[in-house]
């Protein structure tokens, strides 16, 4: 009697389940491989995109992902052009001037709402606090970025004189040291550099000046997709930016949990470090239209602003000025959005 139903039970757990007696996890649909490309090398910025894995989103997705460091825009739009990676992280200003070179990559969703670019210096030091500031500056800053054009126009528009400034070529990795030994008074940097110039500055107080807290309005990183990928895999698409965005809000509801998954996967990063950038991180996703519409969120005329400003800013060149919806491809966000 016990083993009859002990088989009554199974059996109405077999159909309550929807699984075949014999049948196992392996007959599950197969799960497609995937590559990101980062936009950077793998730091505590990144975390969201381990909390994701690490949570098994991507897997109920029917995606396996895998994460690629990055060199910057160009980079990561080589990589998805070759196939090399299917996802990657561009940052919009970067790709408005590449798809006026032919580049075939759109943004399907924005992670940095706001642009990353700061001004650094120290106090006692040049003590950069407004845009004013910025007139007769020397900036440590280097010829492989367009950033010099970037706060030259945003001068611009603050009605100040662009040509004041001064910009001296120094090498990414020497911009901090030459600020902490007083040999240039200030550096551009992205915002999350803020806790490595903290720990290198011991004699002085490091200021943070953001232009996009002060008036400069442009998308910055976001999910980019090669047009043809993105029109033959439209619901991978979806699935792996709904996925992504999961990852997003719980690490910004719970960065401590989120330090903890990606140190485990990086062993080699600093867990304090991860919890700095996570911080900083978040003052560039959480921004009042992700509170309103949710993670992700972009408008066409921002992406247009951005795409102005830019080709004023810099110009392309020999290049044809893109249309603001070669940066872009809608409908690719959740239905429900994924709310901070």
Request: aromatic share 8%; no cysteine.
């Amino acid at each position: 009697m016990l083993r009859s139903f002990a088989g009554v039970v199974i059996a109405v757990a077999v159909i309550l389940s929807g699984t075949r007696v014999g049948q196992t996890q392996t007959s599950a649909r197969p799960l497609t491989d995937i590559t990101m490309a980062l936009d950077f090398v793998i730091l505590g910025r990144h975390a969201p995109w381990y909390v994701a894995q690490a949570k098994g989103y991507y897997r109920e997705e029917g995606i396996n992902a895998k994460f690629i460091a990055g060199r910057g825009t160009g980079h990561v739009l080589s990589s998805l052009e070759s196939g090399v990676a299917q996802f990657g992280l561009p940052d919009v200003p970067g790709l408005a001037l590449a798809r006026a070179k032919d580049t075939k990559v759109k943004i399907v969703a924005v992670v940095y709402q706001k642009s990353p670019y700061a001004i650094f210096s120290l106090s006692p030091g040049a003590n950069v606090a407004s845009a004013k500031d910025l007139v007769g500056l020397e900036l440590g800053s280097g010829p492989e970025t367009f950033v010099p054009q970037v706060i030259q126009a945003f001068m611009k528009l603050k009605g100040l004189d662009p040509r004041s400034v001064k910009f001296t070529n120094i090498s990414p990795a020497a911009r901090i040291p030459m600020l902490v030994a007083g040999k240039v008074p200030a550096i551009h940097l992205f915002t999350l550099s803020e806790p490595g110039i903290k720990k290198a500055a011991t004699d002085a107080t490091v200021k943070m000046y953001v232009p996009g807290d002060d008036g400069l309005e442009m998308y910055s990183l976001g999910i980019g997709v090669t047009d043809e990928f993105v029109q033959k895999n439209p619901e991978l698409v979806r699935g792996f930016v709904r996925a992504s965005l999961r990852g997003w809000q719980d690490a910004m509801r719970n960065p401590n949990e989120a330090a903890e998954i990606e140190k485990q996967a990086v062993p080699s990063l600093d867990r304090e470090i991860i919890l700095d950038e996570l911080r900083l991180v978040r003052d560039l996703v959480v921004v009042p239209d992700t509170q309103a519409h949710g993670y992700g969120w972009f408008t066409p005329a921002l992406m247009k602003r951005t795409l102005d400003f830019m080709v004023a800013a810099v110009g392309v060149g020999s290049g044809t000025v893109p249309n603001a919806e070669d940066l872009y491809a809608l409908g690719y966000l959740p239905q429900t959005p994924i709310m901070p």
